[in-house]
């Protein structure tokens, strides 16, 4: 099974700041990296697939990028909808497998 | 626009078996698209249970394949979860999802049912 690690666990920001999380997988999983974004009381919302290809209706502020093992989600400029918790998840191999969140909150 | 709908018990007795529908509407579960059950206990992070195509291909989680089964039921635009030998330990929020059905967006998941709390209590 592939783990994928979140970091940091929370992130503190103020709105209007850059906000920077990364994931890492314990092996290859090319290209096929996915985020999500996850208010309370609600399911998960797809953001990025294929590590840079932002989803339908997905604001230019978020970007995705790396390959491998490596990657990073970009919030350009934090708005105030977008404190919640994300998730990286890779669908190179089975089981799928999630990281742990990061928790973006208000500075 | 595809929407998801889980529909089941929301308590389940210890070792019972936890049975949950997600109903598809707004597209066919007949298209090219994977079908997955995702879970997530009370504050803590996602667990991908297992997924099924429309031909009745399946995969699953090893750490739950002796007890899930996931079946499809093309005339009633449906898929299904079953999950045996219930304990508390699998109390969660389960959500159903579709996958894409690009090269690159095969296992990302792009449509989720809004999800249901299932309880393992006596």
């Known amino acids: 099974e592939i783990v994928m690690t979140q970091s940091p666990a929370t992130l503190s920001v103020s709105p209007g700041e850059r906000a920077t999380l990364s994931c890492r997988a314990s092996q290859s999983v090319s290209s096929n990296l996915a985020w999500y974004q996850q208010k309370p009381g609600q399911a998960p919302r797809l953001l990025i697939y294929g590590a840079s290809t932002r989803a339908t209706g997905i604001p230019a502020r978020f970007s995705g990028s790396g390959s491998g093992t490596e990657f990073t989600l970009t919030i350009s400029s934090l708005q105030s909808e977008d404190f919640a918790v994300y998730y990286c998840?890779?669908?190179?191999?089975?089981?799928?497998?999630f990281g742990g969140g990061t928790k973006v909150e208000i500075k | 626009q595809v929407q998801l709908q889980e529909s089941g018990p929301g308590l389940v007795k210890p070792s019972g078996t936890l049975s949950l529908t997600c109903a598809v509407s707004g597209g066919s579960i007949s298209s090219s698209n994977w079908w997955s059950w995702v879970r997530q206990p009370p504050g803590k992070g996602l667990e991908w249970i297992g997924e099924?195509?429309?031909?009745?291909?399946?995969n699953y989680n090893p750490s739950l394949k002796s007890r899930v089964t996931i079946s499809v039921d093309k005339s009633k635009n449906q898929f299904s979860l079953k999950l045996s030998s219930v304990t508390a330990a699998d109390t969660a929020v389960y959500y159903c999802?579709?996958?894409?059905?690009?090269?690159?967006?095969?296992?990302?998941?792009?449509?989720w049912g809004q999800g249901t709390l299932v309880t393992v209590s006596s």
């Open positions: 999802a579709r996958g894409g059905k690009t090269v690159t967006s095969f296992g990302a998941f792009d449509y």
């Open positions: 998840q890779q669908y190179n191999n089975w089981p799928r497998t």
């Open positions: 099924i195509y429309h031909s009745g291909s399946t």
